[in-house]
């Protein structure tokens, strides 16, 4: 990497400015300070656009109620046609019944007793239909301001550390996490990541990124070679 830790904060900080509707989990965490609520507005944005997730969110909120008991009480077709806006709505229909019931008996309840533990990552991913990716994003959105370490990864994230340098090309979701986690540990991370999806979305694009106005280049490998097609394209 070209650049340190604190230049590539610093600067992103200058540059992106957060807003909570572009992103579902803490748009839902500041509005509500409710782990569960996170967790099913973090599994409506899966194969779906925060704008539309955050939509079918409100709507299940409005038509259903978006707590253990509602969820798992519910018909399944009521919680489907609130979801019908986001992608793959059947099957997260299905899911979210079946999680709301299982934190319901085991947790009686309540998520924070699942979240509050030292293995609540591996708890929350003996879950059908959470992930790596969707467990971080939890536990960071809820917990990352008691110093809970995990570091999210999406596509973008994944397309930035490379192209930065920050990662091998080849690397997979738990080298990224891990790298990222160590090396802006003194940073907020959960600011970062929000940085570093924004700067996927509006400046270091997959197709075309927007070098020459990029606030980072000068840290960057995949700028410094440009003229290098083979490593280029093992980084979009
Ligand atoms: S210089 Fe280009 S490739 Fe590098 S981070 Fe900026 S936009 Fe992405």
């Not at 999680?99 to 009686?108: D, G, K, T």
């Not at 992930?131 to 008691?146: F, I, M, Q, R």
Request: hydrophobic share 35%.
């Amino acid at each position: 990497m070209k650049c340190t830790a604190e230049t590539i904060f610093h600067k992103l900080s200058a540059t992106y400015i957060i807003k909570e509707e572009d992103f579902i989990a803490y748009y839902v965490w500041l509005k509500t300070k409710d782990c569960f609520k996170v967790l099913v507005a973090t599994i409506l944005s899966q194969n779906s656009t925060d704008k539309s997730a955050i939509k079918a969110y409100l709507e299940l909120e409005r038509k259903v109620g978006v707590t253990p008991e509602k969820l798992s009480n519910a018909n399944l077709a009521d919680i489907e046609s609130a979801l019908k806006i986001s992608g793959l709505y059947r099957t997260k229909a299905k899911r979210l019944k079946e999680i709301s019931r299982i934190i319901l008996e085991r947790y009686n309840g309540l998520i924070d007793s699942l979240l509050n533990t030292s293995n609540a990552r591996d708890e929350l991913l003996k879950l059908e239909g959470i992930g790596e990716k969707t467990a971080d994003v939890v536990l960071l959105t809820c917990y990352g301001y008691y110093g809970y370490k995990v570091f999210p990864v999406d596509t973008h994230i994944t397309r930035v550390s490379k192209r930065l340098g920050i990662v091998p090309t080849n690397a997979k979701y738990s080298l990224i996490s891990s790298t990222l986690k160590e090396l802006f540990s003194a940073y907020d991370l959960l600011h970062l990541h929000h940085m570093l999806i924004a700067h996927g979305r509006q400046t270091c694009k997959a197709r075309k990124p927007l070098c020459n106005s990029c606030i980072i280049k000068e840290c960057c490998e995949y700028y410094s070679h440009r003229d290098g097609e083979a490593w280029r394209s093992n980084t979009s």
